[in-house]
């Protein structure tokens, strides 16, 4: 079974600028998540998206970030415009549905590193 | 109140000793308590994971350990080899909702 696909892997961008990340869960999972990384922390979810709609964009920093899933399936995360605090690792996540376990129970793919100079 | 604190940052282990991470937590809500491990550059992978009805799980070398009137849980790894140095993550989420990640730990496992 394939793992959650993310692209591109590194990413270097000048402040002001924008950028998109593209995931690809893992066939048949329902559920996908978006996390930050930022060095030396544990991942923050960004937002949660059920199928083709959102569960949770309560910490999305809505005036720069947007995501959407379409088609219930793959999902692009953007950055419009990056600052220099936007340096992390985004990670994308996939589960089979919701609930804290078995369903519930996340993927993660490799992440997407990203530096705002 | 939606934070886990993980103890220590860092954690340095002789081949074949235990490795014992703590993490605390706040919101009594939350009811599923899952460890993550992370190695360079690849994304957090569930390790083991557990729920506050149960005081300990075990699983290989991997021990859980939960005291819920505390509010604190801990991951034990009995027999560390070198190739359980990574991150480790722990963190605890209520029913469908968002897991909450503590800060990690990066062990290390000398040979």
């Known amino acids: 079974e394939a793992g959650v696909a993310q692209s591109p892997r590194y990413k270097i961008i000048e402040k002001r600028q924008s950028v998109a990340f593209w995931c690809n869960p893992i066939s048949g999972h329902a559920t996908l998540y978006w996390y930050q990384q930022i060095l030396g922390q544990g991942p923050k979810l960004l937002i949660q998206f059920q199928n083709n709609g959102v569960v949770d964009d309560s910490q999305l920093p809505k005036d720069r970030f947007s995501a959407e899933r379409l088609k219930g399936v793959d999902s692009t995360l953007k950055i419009q415009p990056a600052k220099l605090e936007d340096s992390a690792v985004y990670l994308c996540?996939?589960?089979?549905?919701?609930?804290?376990?078995?369903?519930?129970?996340?993927?993660f793919g490799p992440g997407t590193r990203l530096l705002v100079l | 109140q939606q934070q886990v604190k993980q103890s220590p940052q860092s954690l340095i282990v002789q081949k074949g000793g235990i490795s014992i991470i703590n993490c605390a937590y706040e919101n009594t809500a939350f009811d599923y308590f899952p460890w993550y491990q992370q190695f360079p550059g690849k994304g957090p992978a569930l390790l083991i994971a557990i729920r506050p009805d149960v005081s300990e799980k075990k699983e290989g070398r991997f021990t859980i350990s939960f005291n819920k009137s505390a509010k604190q849980f801990s991951l034990h790894i009995m027999d560390s080899q070198p190739g359980d140095s990574a991150t480790y993550f722990c963190?605890?989420?209520?029913?469908?909702?968002?897991?909450?990640f503590g800060q990690g730990t990066r062990l290390t496992i000398n040979p």
């Open positions: 963190a605890a989420s209520k029913g469908a909702q968002k897991l909450v």
């Open positions: 996540a996939s589960s089979l549905g919701l609930g804290a376990e078995g369903r519930g129970t996340q993927y």
